[in-house]
């Protein structure tokens, strides 16, 4: 799942993103809505089914960003995901119980090879307003941000064994779903269904990146305000790296890095590295 990344968003964001033309709903009977003439997209979860959208194109590298207005209330249960898939990128919200927070879950497979999951709470209530969550992928490293400010960094350290994806090309998913089996306190919190249907809005879809199968074809369709390489060789700077540890020591609440009861033997050899 290339679930969603980083130049100045809000120069990114003036690209006029259009749901008609970059995506197409895939499943959901009904339950995913274009609107406002392909400004908006809407994905709903009842007791029945889920649903969601995939972009039309697959990409090899490149920045995704998606503003997102998650399932407000008690949404125990539910999983909103933006991903592409195995190679995966993944970005996912796991439902709360009213009053509590969503987790944002992030992992990266490469390879089929997965397991390096690392989860967040976020510092502003993200069912009351949009906010634009992306992703960075270029063959260096990938790098997950929330408004822009840096939340985690996944680097390229195939030079010690590590899989990295960068050979396989992606779509981007996005999906609504019940996961109570596990996304909300490991399973213990159900779908409360008498809140159905829960609803998930989507703006802003937009992609800078390199279309599979279009050679050199790279770059976003209004490019003119921005550098349309940057993503290629995107890296934190200084502001970027204090952003990265501010909310890392804040906001983490899992990193696969730091659980010495799930890797005995000790923790993955990337873990040792520069987290930058």
């Known amino acids: 799942m290339l679930l969603l990344s980083i130049f100045s968003a809000s120069l990114l ?14 499943w959901g009977d009904g339950r995913a809505k274009i609107l406002e003439g392909g400004r908006a997209l809407t994905l709903s979860l009842d007791q ?13 590298f490149g920045r995704f960003d998606l503003q997102l207005k998650l399932v407000p209330g008690n949404s125990a249960g539910t999983l909103s995901s933006q991903g592409a898939g195995h ?51 270029n063959p260096q490293r ?16 195939e030079s010690i064994g590590t899989p990295f994806p960068k050979s396989q090309p992606m779509r981007v998913y996005c999906s609504l779903w019940n996961a109570d ?16 249907p829960f609803v998930a809005s989507y703006r802003n879809f937009n992609i800078n990146g390199c279309v599979a199968g279009s050679g050199s074809s790279c770059g976003s369709k209004s490019a003119d305000s ?10 934190l700077d200084a502001n970027g790296r204090n952003r ?5 020591q804040k906001h983490m609440v899992y990193n696969y890095c730091s659980d010495s009861n799930r890797f005995p033997q000790g923790v993955p050899a990337e873990c040792k590295r520069s987290r930058f």
């Open 13 to 26: 964001l003036t690209a006029s993103a259009d749901f008609y033309r970059d995506a197409e709903i895939t």
């Open 48 to 60: 029945y089914s889920g649903s969601g959208f995939q972009s039309k194109n697959e990409y090899l």
């Open 87 to 137: 190679d995966e990128i993944d970005f996912e919200f796991l439902g709360n119980s009213s009053g509590e927070p969503y987790t944002v879950h992030t992992n990266v497979y490469a390879q089929g090879k997965g397991d390096k999951e690392q989860q967040f709470h976020l510092w502003f209530d993200p069912t009351s307003a949009f906010h634009t969550y992306s992703i960075v992928w």
């Open 142 to 157: 990938i790098i997950f941000m929330v408004d822009n400010i840096p939340i985690r960094v996944y680097n390229n350290q």
């Open 181 to 196: 089996d596990w996304a909300t306190q490991g399973g213990r919190v159900k779908t409360d269904w008498t809140k159905a």
């Open 226 to 235: 921005f550098n349309t390489e940057a993503w290629k060789t995107q890296e």
């Open 244 to 248: 990265l540890r501010w909310v890392q």
